[in-house]
């Protein structure tokens, strides 16, 4: 029920809206816990990924941008999965009707759908990561401060793969247009994340020198996308 | 619905108006889909706590105009108001006061019949997830045992039972169906009706292809006809059978 205040967005609004962001994210859970359909292929993915370049590049350490560009791409791609199935069931089982029949801002779908995609990169990493380190890393030091800039590179993922995802989800083509028109779009958050991890994963240990700035621009892209998301998803929303 | 919600809004500014406006409204509605015009220049009105037959043969436009009037599309051109509100402007003040039963069951297939309502209840806001209410809705319809079957489990009449208590879970003003009683059976149209049957308090727009049916049951009647209205009859002005039946012949 849309009470009088959602319409002038008193505090009202941030109840239900919180209450309906809670409702879409633990369905979204609860699917995912019973159907395993994203998390699973995507750690697949990444291990498998890890094997074909430990023995493609016949290396058994990796050190600097070289780990660092083969840790991203893969959770990148592996984001790329999850992401081309966030909105299949609203689609296909038409929980997006169900949701815009009810007194619910389309920002709290967009919230829901952003911190599931959250926990689904965070699981990947949690298995990903220490797989890479065994098969890559001489030294563990810079895993540590490396989960950091994953979460940073998470959250810039969700904001934008969630707003992109939207748009391609009532197209056929939707599997081609969304890695089209999201590749593109994370050039910077590679970039800035690239940039910061090859200093954590450097050959003999971490070294913190200009990684401020890195992570400075990849905060800075999370909170311009998820303010950008925020502003025009409703209008995606509609038809 | 909550119905100290629904007080709160009527003693809203406003509230005079909302509460003498019918419940819907459309005035000269066009909707195109591309170059081509699905529906021309429609207009009705239904007073609050009436029933409004949608009748026309396939493609004519009835799913269409369904759902405009419930939000989910916008009319290219013309006036709608439903509820007394102006939509799409107004829209945020109409959804959750209507409820909708479309060709689509609007359910999840990997959630139980029972998590399917708490997960509405929940979008909808009512009190303990609208526990006590789905489980006198689900046992309304004959689904008590089977609440915790997964709709992907269940049957396409069981499916449409279940499709019949997601739309009047919130105790809706305005009920949109379209084709309520498809898959199911006798038994399952007649526990169904007991919830999105007649009430003085609530309004409803029905598309059915029982055309003798359909007028029974209603108060308005509305024919389409390749997107445009060819018959629109009130209160005192009956459409006959067989004049709905000209309609899907095209005779008229």
């Known amino acids: ?239 | 619905m909550g119905k100290l919600e629904l007080e709160e809004r009527t003693a809203d500014s406003g509230s005079a108006r909302r509460e003498l406006a019918d419940a819907v409204e459309l005035s000269g509605v066009w909707r195109e889909f591309g170059d081509r015009p699905v529906l021309r220049d429609v207009s009705f009105a239904l007073a609050r706590g009436g029933t409004l037959a949608l009748l026309g043969p396939n493609g004519a436009g009835k799913t269409t105009l369904l759902r405009i009037v419930a939000t989910l599309l916008r009319p290219s051109h013309g006036e709608v108001r439903v509820l007394g509100c102006s939509l799409p402007a107004q829209a945020h003040r109409v959804r959750g006061r209507l409820g909708y039963l479309g060709h689509e069951p609007l359910l999840y297939r990997d959630l139980t019949a029972a998590e399917n309502l708490r997960f509405q209840a929940r979008l909808y806001g009512l009190p303990d997830d609208g526990r006590g209410r789905i489980a006198e809705l689900l046992d309304t319809v004959g689904m008590a045992r089977r609440a915790n079957e997964l709709v992907r489990n269940l049957s396409a009449g069981m499916v449409q039972r279940l499709a019949a208590c997601r739309s009047v879970l919130h105790d809706p003003e305005l009920l949109l169906l379209d084709e309520p009683r498809s898959h199911l059976d006798p038994e399952g149209a007649s526990l169904v009706e007991a919830l999105i049957g007649r009430r003085p308090d609530r309004a409803r727009v029905l598309v059915a292809h029982d055309i003798e049916g359909a007028l029974g049951d209603s108060d308005n009647a509305l024919a389409l006809a390749a997107g445009g209205a060819v018959a629109y009859s009130g209160p005192s002005t009956g459409l006959s059978v067989g004049d709905a039946r000209a309609i899907y012949g095209g005779a008229l």
């Open chain 1, 1 to 239: 029920m849309t009470s009088p205040e959602e319409g002038t967005g008193g505090p009202g609004a941030r109840t239900h809206s919180l209450r309906a962001f809670t409702a879409i994210l633990a369905k979204d859970l609860r699917v995912e816990l019973r159907t395993l359909q994203a998390v699973p292929a995507m750690v697949l993915f990444a291990v498998t990924t890890f094997v074909l370049f430990r023995y493609g590049l016949d290396r058994t350490s990796l050190s600097g941008s070289l780990a660092a560009g083969v840790l991203l791409a893969t959770v990148l791609f592996a984001a790329i999965l999850a992401i081309n199935r966030l909105f299949v069931p609203e689609r296909d089982e038409g929980g997006f009707d169900a949701i815009r029949l009810a007194p619910v801002d389309g920002s709290a779908l967009l919230a829901a759908k952003a911190a599931a995609l959250i926990v689904y990169l965070v699981v990947l990493e949690a298995v990903a990561l220490p797989v890479f380190g065994v098969f890559f890393l001489d030294t563990w030091t810079g895993v540590a401060p490396l989960a950091g800039v994953l979460l940073l590179t998470d959250l810039g993922l969700a904001a934008t793969g969630v707003l992109v995802s939207q748009i391609g989800a009532n197209s056929r083509a939707r599997d081609l247009l969304v890695p089209l028109v999201l590749l593109p779009l994370l050039v910077p958050v590679m970039i800035a994340a690239a940039n910061s991890a090859q200093r954590l994963l450097a050959a003999g240990g971490p070294s913190y020198g200009g990684i401020g700035k890195w992570l400075a621009v990849l905060a800075l892209y999370d909170v311009t996308f998820l303010l950008v998301a925020y502003a025009v998803y409703d209008f995606v929303l509609e038809d």
